[in-house]
């Protein structure tokens, strides 16, 4: 069994155990102290209810849980717990928790003190409604001072709070099922999660337009409340039958898939010079090499990435955060004379000011940075004949928040980290439902212009919300993490696939999903699954990607996208199971040959497919 997670996860750790409590027609998930898959008639109402504390660089701050109490009977269940928070600086924050439900209700509360003053970016409850079935759909939000908000959940992604001064909200579930939630003991405001590319909208504790990182006073004690209530018709809506096989459908489109790009960085230079031969073995057409000079890449990164372009052949992009210290003219007028003297061929340019890869969140002044039509100008002074890209080096919501004047540019660009806010399983790959929307957003906001993505990772590159990314020595599931483990195994294979399958219909023109070498690349290291050397299990899957390239696209519909992701071409169906359980499949027809991506193994061509927990299947149609 540990080699079997060591294979999926790449690590031996297991996820904290949870446990389902039911009452009547509602259940509900209890893990590592939280709540999560809030249901009703197995309708989703919440995605979760958590009490979460951050440190001061939004970093999570793990419970430690002691004297867990539950009990359940006919009527209902109640738990209650002590959890204990520990800040970097030592500060302890102890929470007493309660937590009951009914067949039509729950509730959550915490109660708690510190030991020393405890330094935070947030401490208290979040609360997680849906995406699916809720996007665009009317709610009802009660502020604090007693007035109604009769409107909708945003559709296009809103990079703003949708909604401030909530005390309570009020939305369809399902037809005839409809959920109030009260939120008590503190200012709560809702923000659009799936701009970081969780699949919820999100309401939390302590307005954005507060300062933080604040403190809580020793010896100074606060509670909150959360309160769900559940009002059902009797013809309400069933749900799905979710054991039945999931069906999928081609539907033809004009859609052609994209180059498939590979990052370079400059501490990684030595093992990509060494590694060029993996680039061809999975057939990668563009190259994005990373380069910031505020923290000492120079010469000898730009010489290096001109060497591994004329050995391969690619074509390449600079990927530039601008210091935008000096005159923007002279500071593009010396990169442009250092490429010219390392030797190095560029396809494309894509620029971005340094400070804009920090998020500035609503309420926060902007840091000190020169019009973007400004640095654009001066970029294209000082390579004019390069192609001229922007967006930003982080995530797409810089990218929202900073909209880019699309007519000085020839592409836009961004990136995505699916463990900003939670790195478990589940919402990790649950961030394909707000991926689809991300991209949904870039095209309403930009139209047609040509798209590029990446490189996007688990693991998180860049942290634009903290001083740093986080230390993972550990090879734990944490969030914003430098380094995350299931990049390694079979998990980030279907990752990746899924990644690529939910962004194919934005007609982008290069997806980047993987670095050459290092913690974001191709190559497994020491103590991986893979062998030392050899390629990872996503590595496989991008090849197949990559022979996709140009190709025209068919559409892939399938009954539970939650569970089975996929993209094809007139010839060839590529699935990816994102569970961790077995999922049944039936084909349209029956195939022709079919096979595991990661080992090529061979599988019976039936029209029905038992999938193995987050597999990668070829399909030759």
Same mark, same amino acid.
């Given at each position: 069994?540990?080699?079997?997670?060591?294979?999926?996860?790449?690590t031996a750790e297991r996820e904290p155990e949870s446990r389902t409590l039911v009452a009547g027609n509602l259940s509900i998930d209890f893990q590592d102290g939280n709540l999560r898959s809030l249901r009703f008639g197995d309708h989703e109402v919440l995605r979760a209810i958590s009490f979460l504390v951050r440190d001061k660089d939004w970093g999570t701050c793990r419970a430690?849980?002691?004297?867990?109490?539950?009990?359940? @009977?006919?009527?209902?269940?109640?738990?209650?717990?002590?959890?204990?928070?520990?800040?970097?600086?030592?500060?302890?924050?102890?929470?007493?928790?309660?937590?009951?439900?009914?067949?039509?209700?729950?509730?959550?509360?915490?109660?708690?003190?510190?030991?020393?003053?405890?330094?935070?970016?947030?401490?208290?409850?979040?609360?997680? $409604?849906?995406?699916?079935?809720?996007?665009?759909?009317?709610?009802?939000?009660?502020?604090?001072?007693?007035?109604?908000?009769?409107?909708?959940?945003?559709?296009?992604?809103?990079?703003?709070?949708? /909604?401030?001064?909530?005390?309570?909200?009020? $939305?369809?579930?399902?037809?005839?099922?409809?959920?109030?939630?009260?939120?008590?003991?503190?200012?709560?405001?809702?923000?659009?999660?799936?701009?970081?590319?969780?699949?919820?909208?999100?309401?939390?504790?302590?307005?954005?337009? &507060?300062?933080?990182?604040? *403190?809580?006073?020793?010896?100074?004690? /606060?509670?909150?409340?959360?309160?769900?209530?559940?009002?059902?018709?009797?013809?309400?809506?069933?749900?799905? @039958?979710?054991?039945?096989?999931?069906?999928?459908?081609?539907?033809?489109?004009?859609?052609?898939?994209?180059?498939?790009?590979?990052? &370079?960085?400059?501490?990684?230079?030595?093992?990509?010079?060494?590694? *060029?031969?993996?680039?061809?073995?999975?057939?990668?057409?563009?190259?994005?090499?990373?380069?910031?000079?505020?923290?000492? $890449?120079?010469?000898?990164?730009?010489?290096?990435?001109?060497?591994?372009?004329?050995?391969?052949?690619?074509?390449?992009?600079?990927?530039?955060?601008?210091?935008?210290?000096?005159?923007?003219?002279?500071?593009?007028?010396? /990169?442009?004379?250092?490429?010219?003297?390392?030797?190095?061929?560029?396809?494309?340019?894509?620029?971005?000011?340094?400070?804009?890869?920090?998020?500035?969140?609503?309420?926060?002044?902007?840091?000190?940075?020169?019009?973007?039509?400004?640095?654009?100008?001066?970029?294209?002074?000082?390579?004019?004949?390069?192609?001229?890209?922007?967006?930003?080096?982080?995530?797409?919501?810089?990218?929202?928040?900073?909209?880019?004047?699309?007519?000085?540019?020839?592409?836009?660009s961004h990136s995505t980290n699916p463990i900003v806010h939670t790195a478990d399983d589940l919402s990790v790959m649950q961030t394909f439902e707000a991926l689809r929307h991300v991209v949904n957003s870039s095209r309403a906001i930009y139209g047609n212009k040509p798209y590029r993505i990446g490189p996007s990772t688990i693991a998180m590159r860049q942290n634009p919300y903290?001083?740093?990314?986080? @230390?993972?020595?550990?090879?734990?599931?944490?969030?914003?993490?430098?380094?995350?483990?299931?990049?390694?195994?079979?998990?980030g294979a279907a990752w990746t696939l899924a990644y690529a399958a939910t962004v194919a219909p934005a007609a982008l023109e290069v997806l980047t999903l993987s670095t050459l070498a290092g913690p974001f690349g191709l190559l497994a290291g020491e103590g991986e699954a893979a062998v030392s050397g050899e390629l990872r299990p996503l590595a496989h899957v991008l090849a197949r990607?990559?022979?996709?390239?140009?190709?025209?696209?068919?559409?892939?519909?399938?009954?539970?996208?939650?569970?089975?992701?996929? *993209?094809?071409?007139?010839?060839?169906?590529?699935?990816?199971?994102?569970?961790?359980?077995?999922?049944?499949?039936?084909?349209?027809?029956?195939?022709?040959?079919?096979?595991?991506?990661?080992?090529?193994?061979?599988?019976?061509?039936?029209?029905?497919?038992?999938?193995?927990?987050?597999?990668?299947? @070829?399909?030759?149609?």
């Open positions: 069994m540990k080699d079997e997670l060591f294979r999926l996860y790449g430690r849980l002691s004297d867990l109490r539950v009990e359940e @009977d006919e009527r209902g269940f109640s738990l209650a717990y002590s959890a204990r928070f520990t800040a970097p600086s030592g500060a302890n924050l102890d929470c007493d928790i309660a937590i009951s439900g009914t067949a039509t209700s729950v509730r959550f509360s915490a109660d708690c003190v510190s030991d020393a003053d405890f330094e935070t970016a947030r401490a208290g409850f979040v609360v997680l $409604h849906p995406v699916i079935g809720v996007a665009g759909e009317p709610v009802a939000i009660t502020h604090d001072d007693g007035s109604v908000e009769e409107a909708r959940w945003p559709d296009t992604i809103e990079p703003w709070q949708p /909604f401030k001064n909530i005390a309570q909200i009020t $939305h369809r579930v399902a037809p005839g099922i409809m959920a109030t939630t009260k939120l008590i003991g503190d200012v709560f405001e809702m923000e659009d999660q799936r701009n970081w590319t969780d699949a919820s909208y999100k309401t939390y504790v302590r307005p954005l337009a &507060l300062p933080w990182p604040y *403190l809580v006073p020793q010896g100074e004690r /606060f509670s909150q409340q959360i309160s769900v209530e559940v009002l059902a018709e009797r013809n309400a809506a069933r749900a799905a @039958d979710r054991s039945d096989a999931i069906t999928v459908r081609l539907i033809p489109t004009n859609v052609r898939f994209p180059a498939i790009g590979v990052g &370079l960085r400059p501490e990684c230079l030595w093992e990509e010079l060494a590694s *060029l031969d993996v680039l061809k073995a999975i057939g990668a057409k563009h190259l994005i090499a990373h380069f910031d000079p505020t923290v000492g $890449h120079g010469i000898e990164a730009l010489k290096g990435y001109a060497a591994i372009a004329t050995a391969s052949g690619l074509e390449v992009t600079l990927e530039l955060a601008v210091p935008c210290i000096r005159p923007l003219e002279e500071e593009m007028a010396q /990169f442009a004379a250092m490429v010219d003297e390392a030797g190095l061929e560029l396809d494309t340019l894509f620029v971005c000011p340094s400070v804009d890869r920090q998020s500035t969140p609503p309420g926060s002044k902007w840091p000190e940075c020169p019009a973007l039509s400004e640095v654009y100008t001066a970029a294209r002074g000082a390579f004019p004949r390069l192609q001229l890209g922007g967006g930003m080096m982080s995530y797409f919501t810089e990218f929202n928040r900073k909209r880019v004047p699309p007519d000085q540019i020839d592409y836009i903290g001083s740093a990314t986080k @230390d993972n020595p550990a090879g734990s599931r944490i969030p914003m993490a430098k380094v995350d483990p299931r990049h390694n195994g079979q998990f990607l990559a022979s996709l390239s140009h190709e025209l696209l068919l559409a892939v519909e399938t009954s539970r996208p939650d569970a089975v992701l996929g *993209l094809a071409s007139q010839k060839r169906l590529l699935l990816a199971n994102i569970t961790c359980n077995e999922q049944e499949v039936l084909l349209p027809a029956r195939p022709r040959q079919v096979s595991t991506i990661t080992d090529g193994g061979a599988l019976a061509a039936q029209q029905n497919l038992t999938l193995a927990p987050y597999a990668c299947i @070829d399909i030759a149609l």
